[in-house]
């Protein structure tokens, strides 16, 4: 469409000799006789310009303008005077007091006009490719606002899926490793202990493939809360040392780790996201390595001040990497070569979890590796020296105390088995609710020092059972509180936060180890006082 000026006079001769002079310009001219004439056109149309008689009957140039001033559309319309009254300046001034841009005198020269007039062309047609790229940028907007809309409610969605699904596959896998590590303790024949080692293997490797997918699930939609607590660099390397030594003792490879003497003793960072990472890149070295070694090195890469940098080392003398392979590491749901998912198996989110993880905290991962050379994993992550000695990492201080009153809230009936004869281990007995309801009831008739609270029951769930049980607490002034755990197959971020706000304690997800669950009996009792 073409640019539109609007001309006034109230001489036909005049309009005709603007029309003349403007011939040239690419535009559409529009013609009003008067004022009251030019208004009814700016309110009807879109004018880039308005040249404008001072005099004419009626209403004049001055008049006519200071009414389009007071008009929102019309306020800032470029609008030059044309007038014979030249002689005083005094005219001159008011035309621009009044809002004018220019004022020239009759007779126009042509070449004067056409110039002033090429100029709020250009400002014109610049405002409107302004306006269009602002309304292009106002419909982009609107275009990423639902497309993030959208894609928080598939990752709302993909959350809730992954936490009803990790849910249900986690409560039939506590029951599987459950009872298969408790057998593991009763007398077996040869026989017999080789399927049972192959069932806990089994149901182990399935979990750290839940695992993975949960933790990947959390790092994309950026659930991963770090801490920054002081831990003893020593013993989380010997635990994960211990960890992975009976894997390596299956293949008949050395392995060993080395720590550098020159490393501060008690660090401060995240220890259990360090350990994941570690145990994530040494469990890679021994599945990929079939004779030879795995060992893992922490070397001091620099220190300023209470700053460090400290390297770990993962090397081993495995099947390597060739250069293509290499291309696909830390990428998720990748392996390096094609039939390495099928030979060896895992998720591929391994290596991508990790470099996650490390660049959470602000570290840096790569590899040095050659086909059939072995490998060798590196990542280096800047620590804060701790201030104060800290005790040895490791399990909880203390015993189980043997005299526990203890409930479990757990409507299936295999996990209350596992959970039974888990408490069994330790020495203890607990009476059983298979809903929230009955949990609460019970509670009130015999008041129990500690309960084992699953989250998904009929009737009522397991927040709501917390909650009646506090409640009922406080209304009945009872000197002591119960130690409530939540022990539940749920394991997103979210599932832990809505325990603890409910009034629980701790929280444990199945499928959990021994040695977890007593940490758990153990804290209990120091709450209690029975420790």
Known sequence: MKPKILIVDDLIENLISLEAILEDFDIELVRAFSGEEALK???????????????????????TLEMMRQRKK??????????????????????????????????IIPDILKGKVQVFLDLYLQRKKLDMLLAEMEETNLNLKIAKSKA?????????????????????????????????????????????????????????IINDILDFSKIESGQIQLENIDFDL????????????????????AFSYHISDNIPAVLNGDPL????????????????????????NVELVDKTGDSVRILFRVKDSGIGISNDGKLLLFKEFSQSESNISR????????????????????????????????????????????????????????????????????????????????????????DVAGDGQEAFDMFKKNNYEVVLMDMQMPTIDGLQSTSMIRTHEKDNLLNSHAYIVALTANAMAEDKQLCLLSGMNDFLSKPFTEQEFSKVLIE???????N
């Open 343 to 430: 030979k060896y198996g895992g998720t591929g989110l391994g290596l991508a979890i990790s470099k996650n993880l490390v660049n959470l905290m602000s570290g840096e991962i790569g590899v040095e590796s050659e086909l059939n050379e072995g490998s060798e994993f590196w990542f280096r992550l800047p620590l804060k020296e701790a201030k104060f000695e800290i005790a040895e990492m490791g399990g909880p201080v203390g015993q189980v105390p043997k005299n526990l009153k203890i409930l479990l809230a757990e409507d299936n009936i295999i996990n209350q088995k596992v959970a039974r004869l888990t408490l069994k281990q330790f020495g203890l007995e607990c």
């Open 234 to 253: 020593k013993s989380l390397l010997n635990n994960v040392y211990q960890l992975m030594k009976f894997k390596v003792d299956e293949k008949g490879i």
């Open 74 to 107: 019309t306020k800032y319309l470029p609008v030059i005077f044309v007038s014979a009254i030249h002689q005083s300046d005094l005219n001159i001034i008011k035309g621009i007091e009044t809002g004018a841009v220019d004022f020239i005198p009759k007779p």
């Open 152 to 208: 928080e409610i598939a990752t709302r969605t993909k959350s809730m899926f992954l936490a009803n699904m990790t849910h249900e596959i986690r409560t039939p896998l506590n029951g599987v490793i459950g009872l298969s590590k408790l057998l593991q303790k009763t007398p077996l024949n040869a026989d017999q202990e080789e399927l049972l080692n192959i069932i806990t293997t089994s149901g182990e490797n399935l979990l750290q």
């Open 524 to 530: 209990a009792g120091k709450r209690l006082g029975k």
């Open 273 to 296: 996201r360090i350990s994941q990472v570690l145990i994530n890149l040494v469990n890679n070295a021994i599945k990929f390595t079939h004779k030879g070694l795995v060992e893992f």
């Open 41 to 63: 056109h700016s309110i009807k149309d879109d004018f880039a310009l308005v040249i404008l008689d001072v005099q004419m009957p009626g209403m004049n140039g001055y008049e």
